[in-house]
């Protein structure tokens, strides 16, 4: 991606290579610096918070959760976020590159966890029936010492995405064909993420494919029943709405950066997708987390 203007964080490594991580909510508040998660932030991995203890509030892109008490969040990589500091918030939170799930390319869930990441952020268990996972999850990651653990937790994480989050998301599609995402897809979804600054145009991505523009929109209207120009420009407007939520710049500079050659051009981009110009889609969201 080019330099964003939403703060970037990495995985955070260890000793141990292994792309997985895990804090208890304390442990987390207590090790680093405030303003490091409650200030806006781009994960360029993906994450995992479950709320044992306390009530609060998270911002998911320019979304608000109201947590509570069995609620799971779920970050894919590229999405901006912020924690609202409550240090009577108890729970766990889950760094991963979600590499460590999948069994290969062909592995037959891959399509169906990643299809779910991209479209669902939270879910609120009625009971705490997934505390369990997560004590075992962070029994076994104290304990991690060997490739034996590292599969226990690769399988009881997977496992704990599969009831939950992949459940869930396939429930939301009972009536469509839109469950999962094909392979094809995910790699055209992939190109739009890291060029949409650059072009706009299905027929890029076409040639980036190596198929024709009929094929891809195929792709695209298989998957997800959008032309491909249409989930170019989704994206192009979630951006947007990330930027004008979290970031301080001015409009004209979020033009620029998202490669309008001008700033009128972002302006009626936005207003034909949202109903609304930047400005004041910016003022709204000011005046939602101010609340």
């Known amino acids: 991606m080019s330099e964003d203007m939403i703060f970037g964080v990495e995985f955070p490594r260890s000793k141990i290579d292994f792309d997985f991580a895990m804090h208890t909510m304390q442990d987390f508040y207590s090790n680093y610096e405030r303003g490091l998660f409650t200030d806006p932030h781009r994960l360029f991995f993906n994450a995992i918070i479950y709320i044992t203890h306390g009530c609060g509030k998270h911002y998911v892109d320019h979304q608000v959760c109201h947590i509570k008490p069995g609620t799971i969040l779920f970050i894919s990589k590229y999405q901006a976020h912020r924690f609202e500091y409550n240090p009577g918030i108890r729970g766990y939170i889950i760094p991963f590159c979600d590499n460590i799930l999948f069994y290969g390319n062909d592995d037959p869930y891959k399509s169906r966890i990643r299809s779910a990441f991209e479209d669902i952020n939270f879910l609120h268990e009625k009971e705490q029936t997934c505390s369990f996972?997560?004590?075992q999850l962070w029994l076994e990651y104290k304990n991690l010492h060997s490739n034996l653990s590292e599969e226990v937790i690769r399988n009881s994480l997977r496992t704990l995405i599969l009831k939950t989050l992949v459940r869930q998301h396939q429930s939301s599609f009972e009536s469509n064909s839109h469950a999962h995402y094909s392979s094809d897809y995910c790699?055209?979804?992939?190109?739009?993420k890291t060029h949409y600054v650059y072009t706009r145009t299905v027929e890029k991505y076409a040639n980036m494919m190596g198929v024709t523009t009929k094929k891809?929109?195929?792709?695209a209207k298989e998957n997800t029943?959008?032309?491909?120009?249409?989930?170019?420009?989704?994206?192009a407007v979630l951006e947007s709405k990330r930027l004008l939520a979290y970031s301080q710049d001015p409009i004209a500079s979020i033009a620029q950066k998202l490669g309008f050659s001008e700033p009128t051009n972002l302006t009626k981009f936005f207003k034909k997708h949202c109903g609304l110009t930047p400005k004041e889609f910016r003022n709204l969201c000011l005046f939602h987390n101010s609340k």
């Open 187 to 192: 790699k055209f979804h992939d190109l739009i």
């Open 133 to 135: 996972f997560f004590d």
């Open 216 to 219: 891809l929109n195929q792709i």
């Open 225 to 235: 029943g959008k032309t491909g120009k249409e989930l170019i420009d989704s994206y």
